[in-house]
């Protein structure tokens, strides 16, 4: 298993920006798809967005297509959330994914997980 820290959440106003990183143990990082995901108080944990070891290719969520970007840093084991334009409904937990086997949108598929790290985003 691979072990990933999040780092980066915190308060922002609607309209704000944060950075997400998620900082992977494993010497193999660049191998792996990297995954990152939300729950929202009272709600399931949900797809956000993922990443393919190339760099190039990427997936969104719809509801953060043109706001948020998924990047990484094979070279510092890191994964990045850049999030803009926030909104009140983005405020949750986020977790780092690593190295999916099967529908990457899904929970499950992820072998590797964060520990979370909270977004709130205030009206």
């Known amino acids: 298993q691979v072990q990933l820290v999040e780092s980066g959440g915190g308060l922002v106003q609607a309209g704000g920006s944060l950075k997400l990183s998620c900082a992977a143990s494993a010497r193999t990082f660049s191998t792996y798809p990297m995954g990152w995901f939300r729950q929202a108080p009272g709600k399931e944990r949900e797809f956000v967005a993922a990443i393919n070891t190339n760099n190039i290719s990427t997936f969104y969520t719809n509801s953060v297509k043109g706001r948020f970007t998924i990047s990484r840093d094979n070279a510092k084991n890191t994964v990045y959330l850049q999030m803009n334009s926030l909104k009140p409904e983005d405020t949750g937990v986020y977790y780092c994914?690593?190295?999916?086997?099967?529908?990457?949108?899904?929970?499950?598929?992820?072998?590797?997980w964060g520990q979370g790290t909270q977004v709130t985003v205030s009206s």
């Open positions: 994914a690593a190295d999916p086997e099967g529908t990457f949108t899904e929970e499950g598929a992820w072998k590797s």
